[in-house]
């Protein structure tokens, strides 16, 4: 059974850094492309990085500067750093893995930023 387990979330006031790890279970990691998502109360879903199975990254452009995406696949975990930390990056952080028509999904860690 495939499982995706976010960690790291809290509250951190604004300009602060976070690091959120997604450590993932029965699936072969190294095959997959692993994404963070984040949803905001009464918003929809949306991408933040992505980190192909070969190490490619790729961010939404909101991010982009001050997220890191990077995976460790002797754990079969990927992280995402988060500095300079804005009120409107608070959300739901979603873990998710993919590969071809195959996709699993994390229960998902709050982080809120606020003074």
């Known amino acids: 059974q495939v499982h995706l387990v976010e960690s790291g979330g809290g509250l951190v006031q604004p300009g602060g850094s976070l690091r959120l790890s997604c450590a993932a279970s029965?699936?072969?990691?190294?095959?997959?492309?692993m994404d963070w998502y984040r949803q905001a109360p009464g918003q929809q879903r949306e991408f933040v990085a992505r980190?192909?199975?070969?190490?490619?990254?790729s961010y939404a452009d909101s991010v982009k500067g001050r997220f890191t995406i990077s995976r460790d696949n002797a754990k079969t975990t990927v992280y995402l750093q988060m500095n300079l930390l804005k009120p409107q990056d608070t959300a739901v952080y979603y873990c998710?893995?993919?590969?071809?028509?195959?996709?699993?999904w994390g229960q998902g860690t709050q982080v809120t930023v606020s003074s």
């Open positions: 998710h893995a993919d590969r071809q028509w195959i996709d699993y």
């Open positions: 980190i192909s199975s070969l190490g490619t990254t």
């Open positions: 029965g699936l072969l990691f190294t095959s997959f492309h």
